[in-house]
């Protein structure tokens, strides 16, 4: 079965750091770009950047970028999401996606984990 | 950027009655647009790519249209577990990005 799995909810204090997770199963890892996703609390969603695992190739949509950073780790086809000093403001929660090789569109979703940012 | 526009906000329609949602691109992106459903307290999933594919297991009641920068995403006769939010999403160009979504209630 493919699938993207989640590493579990975080509640964090603002200036803490924080990396995610997201690993994928069941398919070529390194062939499909992962994407990050965040959905702030009844909010929609909002597309932060994306990887390519073959070659680390990482773009950033102007709102994340130098926010947060994404990286890769082939050996165990996992993918991470990481700040470096939260703030409250970075209560979400955060998807990954998988994206088609023929197309772009996201056909996997990982589960979302829930980040708290709270003093 | 692409700017993404979904109208209606929110769509009340009774079950097993027709919907139609609607998605503006800002720009051309030919037929580069996916729909997800995301029901409440779930993650979104892939219902339709390259503007009118169904993904695969999607009911065939989810029918896309259009390309350029106007597409439709109809569902023909509302079940239950339709009522959820609707996303677009472009991915012509980087950065990819999401509509503000389209809320699908019970009248």
């Known amino acids: 079965e493919v699938q993207l799995v989640q590493s579990g909810a975080e509640v964090k204090k603002p200036g803490e750091s924080l990396r995610i997770s997201c690993k994928g199963s069941g398919y070529i890892f390194s062939s499909h770009f992962i994407a990050w996703v965040r959905q702030k609390p009844g909010k929609g969603l909002e597309w932060m950047g994306i990887?390519?695992?073959?070659?680390?190739?990482?773009t950033y949509s102007p709102s994340f970028q130098g926010q947060v950073t994404i990286s890769v780790d082939n050996a165990i086809s996992t993918t991470y999401l990481q700040w470096n000093s939260l703030e409250a403001s970075d209560t979400a929660k955060y998807f990954c996606a998988r994206s088609m090789v023929s197309t772009g569109a996201f056909d996997i979703w990982g589960q979302g984990t829930q980040v708290i940012v709270s003093s | 950027e692409i700017v993404m526009t979904q109208s209606p906000a929110t769509l009340s329609v009774s079950p097993g009655e027709r919907a139609t949602l609607s998605c503006r691109a800002s720009?051309?992106?030919?037929?580069?647009l996916a729909w997800h459903q995301q029901r409440p307290g779930q993650a979104p999933r892939l219902l339709i790519y390259g503007a009118s594919t169904r993904a695969p297991g999607i009911p065939t009641r989810f029918s896309g249209s259009g390309s350029g920068t106007d597409f439709n995403l109809t569902i023909s006769s509302l079940q239950p577990e339709d009522f959820a939010f609707y996303y677009c999403q472009q991915y012509k160009n980087w950065p990819r990005t999401f509509g503000q979504g389209t809320r699908v209630e019970i009248k």
């Open positions: 720009e051309d992106i030919s037929n580069k």
């Open positions: 990887i390519f695992p073959a070659d680390s190739y990482t």
